[in-house]
């Protein structure tokens, strides 16, 4: 399983949302710090989900990484837009 697929899978899991866009940017990044050859270093993530719009904006940012997990540490980045 990608990378991309673990954030999809873990994320619909935990949030059911209604816009969910994975993005793979590693190829933007190729030979830059943080690169690490995979082709899996550098995400970004738009989610939106019903379970995320009462929270402030740094508690909808906790919820996301705890639900990505230890996805967080194996990737150099990991850009988030979470409504």
């Known amino acids: 399983m990608t990378v991309e697929q673990e954030i999809r899978e873990r994320l619909t899991k935990a949030f059911s949302p209604t816009v969910l866009d994975v993005v793979n940017e590693s190829r933007r990044h190729a030979g830059h710090a943080g690169d690490d050859g995979s082709g ?9 989900a019903e379970a995320l719009a009462g929270m402030p904006r740094l508690a909808r940012h906790r919820a996301v990484q705890a639900a ?3 996805i967080t540490r194996r990737v150099h980045a990991l ?4 409504g």
């Open 40 to 48: 899996e270093s550098h995400f970004a993530v738009r989610i939106r």
């Open 68 to 70: 990505l997990g230890d």
């Open 79 to 82: 850009a988030l837009d979470i």
